[in-house]
């Protein structure tokens, strides 16, 4: 009942002009409907607040009997904040003022309770309108209050929820075809939800178009049958175009007749997860790998424990295979004291340590079962209740003998420097160095790099082979290099003359002595010597030789005689090669008989038939003849040109000349100087620079190579002619003695024997031409 009817129903009515309540005069229908309404606490007050009446309703709501309440301030039943703030007189004021004051609040029953009231106070009135008090009327609305609050509070949890996820929240109205999306949507997937097409065909249109028929079937199915759970996984397209592997979940709501009107979901999704967990599946399989390929032995280890909670023994779980190849057998699920009973206590006392107290530890021991030492890491895994530890132990005998043999090296090492300062001391030696091949770096003492004419603060520092033979004098660098090279590889003892720089600029000689330090592989380690003076050595030495040189010259008629002889046998073989030449001649010649002939007898004929033609008058023939006679006698004249040039009779003429046609024009007068055993092939390149070159001499250096091939070949074989563009710098360059830069390779190979290394000299290799204006490159003839 609303609490104005409850005010008419008690006779409680508003005055005709101002709107105040005046008293009704029958008493009796007051006092019955005043009793009469106990869902409503109607409590009556004086002026100042003062309770003049209560009735059975309040008594229903409040707890107070009217005995109790009446003479009591009606702020008795308000909360304490609303008394201090003066709550009570507030309202008072207000009803007054407006004639009602109206109010939904805390209030206070008799045994302390709180309950939620909605409430109103009016101002009381007689007949002759004067202000006899108020009323204050209440109705216990807690229970709605805590239901519209739980209500609230459960839709703001959902809207935070909504808006603190990362699943994109739905909520599809089948009635009116509308889907609303919740934040989620724009930041994980992109789709800005201001221009969002909300209807529910939008969301379909964004699923995979392979997915979309089954996700279509399997919500309608849903939505058509009885169920109310649907979950499904599929690509949802994001605002850029990539699909997101999705999971979806749903919740169907229906109506009393069991149609589906609304459905719920969420859509997470799981492209993240789905990386992280191929992610850590690859990660595990990295691992596993890993433990599988290491040459470090791997195990977990379970300690057992007596009674006392001491160790007793540990059996192997988990093994990788590096443990089995080091064990040599199988240990899996096997306890050590079955295979090693005399195993050393502290193996047990260690492991037993990191499985109780889950302190890692890391140690090398000896193992005299197993006669080896090992370096272990041991961590716990798993629940400390399991006593398991994860063990990865290497075999470090080797390093450890290594180590012992070093420390006895060493002590012999410093037996050895005792001798050598000794021999410092007496002038002797004047430096030592020791090399490590590894790393190769030079430490050496002062006396070393003062001979070197080095900063003596560089030794300590360490110097690569590089810096320390910087001061080698030049002549001798490559022999050092060579002398080095020789006993790293074969072991020898190492000593070595040779000249270096002082510190002064000049030269002087030493004697370096030394030997290689291996491993037991046999790799070379370091490489320590010493330095000793041997220049007035070798002074003394050059003395000798000047003095044997004085001797020799008593023989200076013999040695003319000698030179003599040596001359003839040189002119002898010049002359060897002028025959050589003259029977290439003649196999030329008799080659270009034939075709020498063939000209003359064009030439011939041509005449014939003009002196014919002039004789009959006829005249317009005469040209085609005359034309064929000069080709004819111009071929001849080449021919002939080729002759002269081969016989060095005819001035050098260069002419920019295109090598891969001469190569062409050349391959028939080759094939017929070096007959038909021989295949002849030529092998140009494309874009070759033109060449100032006498063609002619060119051409005479390419036949005499060929012929040259042809005498390597007495069974016959193949003549390669090639021609290639060449760069030729630096030490190339050097090495035949000719400036840097572009050259045109003109390169005759063959299968024969090769040139013997006299005939192999650089003198047949040299450039046909210097460079000029016209020359891209000189030409470079090699066989």
């Known amino acids: 009942?609303?609490?104005?009817?409850?005010?008419?129903?008690?006779?409680?009515?508003?005055?005709?002009?101002?709107?105040?309540?005046?008293?009704?005069?029958?008493?009796?229908?007051?006092?019955?409907?005043?009793?009469?309404?106990?869902?409503?606490?109607?409590?009556?007050?004086?002026?100042?607040?003062?309770?003049?009446?209560?009735?059975?309703?309040?008594?229903?709501?409040?707890?107070?009997?009217?005995?109790?309440?009446?003479?009591?301030?009606?702020?008795?039943?308000?909360?304490?904040?609303?008394?201090?703030?003066?709550?009570?007189?507030?309202?008072?004021?207000?009803?007054?003022?407006?004639?009602?004051?109206?109010?939904?609040?805390?209030?206070?029953?008799?045994?302390?309770?709180?309950?939620?009231a909605y409430g109103e106070m009016m101002p009381l009135y007689d007949e002759e309108n004067t202000h006899l008090g108020f009323v204050k009327i209440l109705r216990d609305r807690t229970r709605e209050h805590l239901v519209a609050r739980a209500t609230e509070e459960a839709q703001e949890r959902y809207r935070l929820a909504a808006k603190a996820t990362n699943d994109a929240i739905w909520d599809w109205d089948f009635t009116a075809n509308h889907v609303l999306w919740n934040d989620a949507l724009e930041q994980a997937y992109g789709h800005p939800l201001a221009t969002l097409d909300t209807s529910g065909n939008w969301w379909i249109a964004q699923i995979h178009p392979d997915d979309q028929t089954r996700i279509y079937h399997s919500i309608h199915a849903l939505i058509d049958g009885s169920g109310t759970a649907w979950t499904d996984e599929y690509r949802f397209r994001r605002f850029d175009g990539t699909y997101a592997n999705v999971l979806d979940r749903g919740h169907v709501i229906r109506n009393n007749e069991g149609k589906a009107v609304h459905m719920i979901g969420a859509t997470l999704d799981m492209s993240q997860m789905q990386q992280a967990e191929n992610a850590l599946r690859q990660s595990e399989e990295r691992s596993r790998a890993m433990l599988e390929t290491i040459e470090a032995a791997f195990a977990i280890i379970q300690v057992k424990f007596d009674a006392d909670d001491s160790p007793v023994d540990y059996r192997f779980i988990e093994v990788n295979p590096a443990f089995e190849r080091q064990a040599g057998v199988d240990l899996r699920g096997k306890w050590v004291t079955e295979f090693a009973p005399d195993l050393e206590r502290f193996w047990f006392e260690a492991y037993g340590h990191v499985a109780k107290t889950g302190e890692p530890a890391n140690f090398e021991n000896y193992a005299k079962a197993f006669e080896r030492w090992f370096e272990v890491r041991a961590v716990r895994v798993g629940e400390p209740a399991d006593r398991q530890i994860a063990v990865i132990f290497s075999d470090v005998t080797e390093r450890r003998n290594a180590e012992e043999r070093l420390r006895t090296s060493e002590a012999v090492a410093r037996a050895n420097v005792d001798r050598v300062q000794l021999a410092l001391a007496a002038g002797a030696i004047i430096g030592t160095w020791h090399w490590d091949l590894t790393a190769d770096r030079f430490t050496v003492d002062e006396a070393f790099a003062k001979a070197f004419g080095l900063d003596p603060a560089l030794g300590f520092d360490g110097l690569s082979l590089e810096q320390v033979i910087a001061t080698v004098h030049p002549e001798d660098k490559q022999g050092l290099i060579d002398a080095i090279n020789a006993v790293i590889t074969s072991g020898r003892v190492y000593a070595h003359q040779y000249r270096v720089r002082r510190a002064d600029g000049l030269y002087y000689w030493i004697e370096a002595n030394g030997r290689v330090d291996r491993a037991d592989d046999g790799t070379p380690l370091s490489f320590p010597g010493v330095l000793i003076n041997v220049d007035e050595r070798r002074a003394v030495a050059a003395e000798r030789d000047r003095a044997t040189a004085a001797l020799r010259s008593l023989n200076d008629t013999l040695e003319q005689r000698v030179a003599a002889r040596t001359a003839e046998l040189i002119q002898a073989e010049e002359k060897l090669r002028q025959s050589q030449k003259m029977e290439a001649v003649g196999q030329l010649t008799g080659g270009l008989a034939h075709d020498f002939n063939n000209l003359l007898a064009g030439i011939s004929g041509a005449l014939e038939l003009m002196n014919t033609r002039i004789a009959q008058g006829r005249w317009n023939d005469v040209d085609k003849y005359i034309v064929t006679a000069q080709g004819a006698a111009k071929r001849a004249a080449a021919l002939t040109h080729r002759l002269l040039a081969f016989s060095r009779r005819q001035t050098l003429d260069p002419q920019p000349t295109d090598v891969n046609r001469l190569m062409k024009g050349m391959t028939d007068l080759i094939q017929r100087t070096v007959g038909p055993s021989i295949v002849v092939e030529t092998i140009g390149t494309i874009g070759l620079w033109p060449t100032l070159v006498d063609a002619s001499q060119l051409e005479n250096a390419l036949l005499n190579l060929c012929i040259n091939a042809r005498d390597a070949m007495p069974d016959g074989g193949r003549i390669t002619i090639e021609a290639d563009n060449q760069w030729i710098e630096g030490d190339v360059a050097r090495m035949h003695d000719m400036p840097e830069g572009h050259y045109l390779s003109l390169c005759v190979t063959d299968t024969g024997t090769g040139m013997t290394p006299p005939m192999s000299s650089p003198r047949h290799s040299t450039p046909s031409s210097p460079p000029s204006p016209l020359v891209r490159a000189p030409v470079l003839v090699c066989r």
């Open 1 to 116: 009942m609303h609490l104005r009817a409850a005010l008419e129903e008690a006779g409680i009515d508003a005055g005709p002009d101002n709107g105040a309540a005046a008293l009704p005069s029958r008493e009796a229908r007051k006092r019955a409907a005043f009793d009469s309404a106990l869902d409503f606490a109607m409590i009556l007050t004086d002026p100042a607040g003062i309770i003049t009446d209560w009735n059975p309703g309040a008594e229903q709501v409040l707890g107070w009997s009217a005995a109790q309440m009446v003479g009591q301030d009606a702020e008795c039943f308000f909360t304490p904040e609303d008394r201090a703030c003066g709550r009570i007189e507030h309202e008072m004021q207000l009803a007054l003022s407006v004639g009602r004051a109206s109010d939904e609040r805390w209030h206070l029953r008799k045994d302390g309770q709180l309950f939620w």
